[in-house]
């Protein structure tokens, strides 16, 4: 067996970074050198189940050999020009997004990350509309950008910078249809909703939800954004989320798992609203590099050819049902479980439980993800053994019911 390298410990890690990281993350403890499909390996060796997926971004597992080989290939090809000319991987990409989102959805852009794909989709909708003033829901999460941040539902992210910050927008309660009514009105330019709340604590839309505020929308003259950067490219059991309220927004925000591991975002948007653009509106060095393109091709290839978008519809089913038993027997811990797909929360009644079962997880090998403070997210790869999933969910739930 091979020596272990006794400088490559955790510690080790965390010494050296404390010279010159910007201290702008709180990190978990544990330092990941390799993935291979949905397990991870730390700096010294132990196995970790991965079900946060770099963040709800490998979508077909860390390494699958398919992407790292349409990367390679790439690479040995041509890894940037610049959007100022034509390139075939942008090209197929573009023909895909089409062929995959609504008929009506059939222009499309893109950038490196969420955060841009909202600021772009932000100004189009300036472009188109001529107006301003934004309304987006309490608890959403849409990137850090400025601009992004202009309609930010979370307001510890937005309050450092409120000063910095375009005024004037609105932001209503989640889900309630009425404070949405009331705050669209002929100055809005466009209301901007995830379908299912990611970073917030996994809150999907109600049934009717969206259907209702695009027709606010509409009767004012106000686009829909919806952001499915979280939940776009299978993520929910579909291959966008808007499937399932059979809903088309006038712009789809999407990302993460479209590269599967690599920076790529965009936006698509209909005719009509691509009519309004002029020639220097959106642009970036990377925009349409022809390396992510060729990942996210590769990605788009595997999730449709191993069926993964059926996989995670039926795999976060079973996944939502034993949550929703378990947070029914454990009242003490827990307030409810909900989710689409592959994208599910547990809800437990005490950030601080939230926070020892993730640390504890970890030293157990896994890796899970808390957000909104208290709700165990699980976004893992949609094609994560099962076994791995089952395995892992026995074990923190274990550790839930533990306290
Ligand atoms: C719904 C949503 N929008 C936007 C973003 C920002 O994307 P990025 O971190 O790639 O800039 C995120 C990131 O978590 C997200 O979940």
Redesign the pocket.
């Known amino acids: 067996m091979q020596e272990r390298d006794t400088a490559t410990t955790l510690e080790a890690v965390q010494r050296r970074e404390a010279q010159h990281f910007l201290p702008v993350a709180r990190r978990l403890p544990v330092a990941i050198a390799r993935g291979s499909g949905s397990r991870v390996w730390d700096v010294a060796g132990n196995e970790l189940v991965d079900l946060t997926a770099g963040?709800g971004v490998n979508a077909i597992g860390h390494c699958h050999p398919a992407l790292v080989e349409a990367i390679s290939s790439q690479a040995g090809q041509l890894m940037q020009t610049t959007n100022f000319m034509y390139s075939l991987p942008q090209l197929d990409l573009i023909e895909t997004l089409a062929r995959i989102t609504p008929p009506e959805l059939t222009r499309t852009f893109l950038l490196s990350?969420?955060?841009?794909a909202?600021d772009g989709a932000i100004k189009l909708a300036h472009r188109a509309t001529g107006r301003a003033r934004y309304v987006s829901t309490e608890g959403s999460?849409?990137?850090?950008s400025l601009g992004?941040l202009a309609v930010i539902g979370q307001a510890h992210h937005r309050a450092p910078y409120e000063a910095l910050l375009k005024q004037g927008n609105a932001v209503v309660p989640f889900n309630d249809v009425d404070a949405a009514r009331a705050a669209i009105d002929d100055e809005t330019a466009a209301f901007i909703v995830?379908p299912v709340q990611?970073?917030g604590g996994v809150n999907p839309v109600a049934l009717g939800y969206l259907a209702a505020v695009q027709e606010a929308c509409r009767e004012h003259g106000a686009l829909l954004i919806l952001?499915e950067?979280?939940t776009g490219i299978g993520r929910t059991g579909k291959m966008f989320a808007l499937e399932h309220d059979d809903v088309v927004p006038d712009v789809l925000?999407i990302?993460?798992m479209l590269g599967g591991g690599v920076p790529i975002?965009g936006f698509l948007c209909t005719e009509a609203v691509a009519a309004t653009v002029q020639a220097g509106d959106q642009g970036g060095t990377y925009a349409g590099n022809v390396l992510t393109c060729a990942a996210a091709n590769a990605v788009i290839r595997v999730i449709e050819e191993d069926k993964l978008v059926e996989r995670a519809a039926s795999l976060g089913e079973a996944l939502l049902t034993k949550l929703s038993t378990f947070a029914r027997e454990h009242p003490d811990a827990c307030e409810v479980a909900r989710g689409r797909g592959l994208l599910c929360g547990l809800v437990l009644k005490d950030a601080e439980l939230a926070g020892r079962v993730q640390s504890t997880a970890i030293e157990r090998g896994v890796l899970v993800n808390v957000a909104g403070g208290n709700v165990l997210r699980f976004f893992p790869a949609l094609n994560i053994p099962a076994d791995d999933l089952w395995s892992s969910l026995d074990l923190l739930l274990e550790l839930v019911a533990a306290g």
Do not use: L, N, V, Y
């Open positions: 963040w990350s969420g955060t841009e909202m999460f849409h990137g850090r992004a995830e990611g970073e952001d950067i979280q925000a990302g993460k975002a």
